[in-house]
């Protein structure tokens, strides 16, 4: 005879791995705001910009906003002007205020 299969557990297990995966998601894209120096942002203009960005950009942006992030990602954010940041990073490293001229 076939083993029952608990369907309400297995629900909840899948749930609750949706749960867990969208606190993740939250918290990198918290950490990402935060490594980029976009929490020096007021929220509304920080939600103004990426509304924009969703709304009106073109192809051309989105693929130069690509390369643009995927070299931040790859270390050469030294080449970028960002805001200093106030407190400590999550990322665990330090701001030294740096490439701001």
């Known amino acids: 005879m076939r083993k029952v ?3 309400d557990a297995e629900l909840k297990a899948l749930g609750d791995k949706a749960r867990t995966l969208k606190a993740r998601k939250i918290q990198q894209l918290g950490e990402l705001v935060a490594s980029t ?3 020096a942002l007021d929220p509304d203009v920080l939600a103004g910009a990426l509304l924009a960005a969703v709304e ?3 192809a051309e942006e989105k693929e130069a906003w690509r390369a643009k992030g995927a070299a931040f990602f790859q270390g050469g954010r030294r080449k970028t002007t960002l805001r200093p940041r106030f407190g400590g990073s999550a990322s665990g490293e330090t701001s030294t205020g740096g490439s701001q001229g």
Do not use: E, F, K, N
Request: hydrophobic share 20%; charged share 35%; net charge negative.
């Open 5 to 7: 299969r608990d369907y």
């Open 37 to 39: 120096g976009a929490d």
């Open 56 to 58: 009106q950009a073109t």
